[in-house]
């Protein structure tokens, strides 16, 4: 019989994923999926650009493109980014196959096995596969409403054996944790970093969808500049739709470089077909509109979940309060473990991911998050209130 | 400064594609991509199929999707490759973001940084940087118009320390030897293979390419059923476009069953918005007409080449007569070196890509491959003219 690699046992199936088979089932209020409610996808839109592309257009979306990215799209993107006052021009941007893709290239370039990763605890659940995928070992720092804990986050980075080669961030309204960074925290972090050569892999995947204006988060890549080795990444998922499956890295050229070259062996270049929507999709100026209708849209939808959280949970029962994403995360007493929780949940009808799914080591599991961006809204209230007769049954 | 990681000066930037800058110059007759020509695609079908899909179908070409592809295409696709008599019922189909990411995947989770790669020499471009991704050992072995000399194999396979993990093949309409495998050598490959444990990766991205019906390809895939652990890979980059970016892997249950975990470390999943549309495009029964269009035009464009290298080549130039596919191959006397011709090609306003490209070890250059889907049909002759011309002066 043939052997596997090494690296094969590493790599685990998600927690999420299993459930999701139980979170689609019709009857079930799903908490669980991160993802966009359908009747949120911009079609409308998508029918009028498709409707006013040229031929060209569609030959050239038929066609392989180059691996960095179709060039109008990197250009409408890079004008796109540099309204973020990210440092576009003094970086090279890079389309990637989703935002994970720019996760996956920069570990790969970064990353040999047994070499320290830092991560947020809890931790982008999407992220955790691909540290596994090359044996890192994972090293979880704690937050609160703030962000990573500097105090923790020194320890981490400074005075543990080994060194970290990478610390991943994901700030900005945080999955699964639901918190923004402060500025504040945001500068400390900066300036710990400034003490070393550690690569600081910043993912905003959810930068876009702040409820209010005022918390439009600033990127650290923006605050930074050049003073520091950090690798942007970002996505089209939320803001124009998952299934493009494009996402993008802005990070110094050396770095970069060796990306493309990692993609070059992975998947040669992303979508053309998918690049052609998008870019169309921000040159004919409809994104705005679009981000319009989406912060109105999941603002009301995590009010409603807060409001019932309210009325429903017990004392002792503790939330984040959401000012932008998909995502509130649920603490709950000492003694309490989410995945029996869980159980009793799935029996009255009401899914959502358990904490452990989120902590690197696959332990901490007082916890669990709730999405508020899939399950119909008008049964959002249900939903709660069955999960919170779980807990006190 | 930060330190990449270990596998990073394994990758190189690929040769062809520093070319393809010089090959887009628009004065420049190009041999040189193995793209379709842009009016061979399927435009007006695909207009057809966006004026049909329902908003449903719409939404979930928005949204995320399950790692081993749209349920619907799978089904439709595993239609399609039981028309061609392979084993879909005993084996494991998924989607992948192009068929280079099925290539991906199956070194992924069976090659460790050391290990031996066997393959054809010479060998398709896109698969080397993979090989190269995860550090592994390459081993050309040489080919004859039939396929690969079965003698050279068997010492590549068991006479060579250390033994090899994996055979790579790409026997229908090789790129870029152009031939394609004889059934009476496809059956030793199959005999040699008995004796081993070596799992072989059987690419046919070109398969349906063939000219006439006689030469239809069975793959080893369908020859052999379930005695041998083949990885089956294919694309719909020659029967739908490339910027799709869609393959295929049909292999056995456990070893699909790593490639999903793998894949969830790498993307996540493909792009489930061209995922609709491929669906469409096999259930509303396309494919076939657009193949007979296909087959025709590079049949057309096949003959024209191969009529102008009898008219234009002088004696001791060699090339293959292909029955399908993109590629003639091209044997220049011994003493000739394929990249100084290319110099002088180029200065003529021809390219063409030189044979140490697609030799594992990077040396064999008294070859060339001449692509003859992409370039204007009316300037084929005139290309190769000028190609002759540099030969001779």
């Not at 550690?198 to 995947?205: G, R």
């Not at 124009?240 to 802005?250: A, H």
């Amino acid at each position: 019989m043939y052997r596997f690699s090494q690296s094969v046992g590493a790599m685990q199936s998600s927690a999420v994923r299993e459930l999701m088979k139980v979170a689609s089932d019709p009857g079930m209020i799903s908490f669980a999926g991160g993802m966009p409610h359908p009747d949120l996808f911009p079609v409308r839109e998508l029918d009028e650009i498709y409707a006013s592309l040229p031929l060209a257009s569609k030959q050239i979306g038929f066609q392989y493109g180059p691996t960095p990215g179709y060039p109008q799209l990197l250009e409408s993107l890079r004008e796109y980014l540099r309204s973020k006052n990210l440092p576009v021009d003094d970086n090279d941007l890079m389309i990637t196959t989703g935002s994970l893709q720019a996760i996956h290239l920069v570990v790969k370039v970064f990353v040999d096995a047994g070499d320290v990763v830092v991560t947020e605890n809890p931790c982008f659940v999407g992220a955790i596969p691909v540290f596994k995928f090359y044996q890192a070992e994972l090293r979880g720092v704690p937050m609160d409403e703030d962000g990573v804990l500097i105090t923790e986050l020194d320890k981490a980075l400074y005075r543990t054996n080994p060194f970290p080669k990478l610390l991943y961030l994901t700030p900005y309204f945080h999955n699964p944790a639901g918190i923004v960074y402060g500025a504040e925290r945001q500068r400390q972090v900066l300036n710990l970093l400034q003490k070393s050569e550690i690569v600081l892999l910043e993912d905003d995947a959810y930068g876009e969808l702040h409820f209010e204006g005022k918390d439009k988060p600033v990127p650290m890549k923006a605050m930074a500049g050049d003073s520091l080795p950090i690798c942007y990444t970002g996505s089209f998922s939320k803001i124009f739709g998952p299934g493009m499956r494009l996402g993008w890295l802005l990070a110094p050229r050396d770095i970069v470089r060796q990306c493309e070259l990692a993609k070059q062996g992975m998947d040669a270049c992303s979508s053309m077909f998918t690049q052609v929507l998008a870019d169309a999709f921000l040159r004919q100026g409809l994104l705005e509109g679009y981000l319009k209708r989406l912060r109105e849209a999941y603002a009301r939808r995590a009010k409603k979940m807060l409001q019932s959280l309210e009325t429903h949970m017990s004392d002792g029962v503790h939330w984040t309060v959401p000012r932008g994403g998909f995502y509130i995360w649920v603490q709950l007493p000492p003694s309490m473990d989410a995945s029996k929780l869980l159980k009793k949940s799935i029996r009255k009808g009401t899914v959502f991911v358990v904490g452990k799914a989120f902590d690197p080591q696959g332990r901490k599991n007082d916890c669990f998050r709730l999405s508020f961006s899939h399950a119909p809204e008008d049964r959002i209230d249900e939903g709660i209130r069955k999960i919170a007769e779980a807990m006190r049954g």
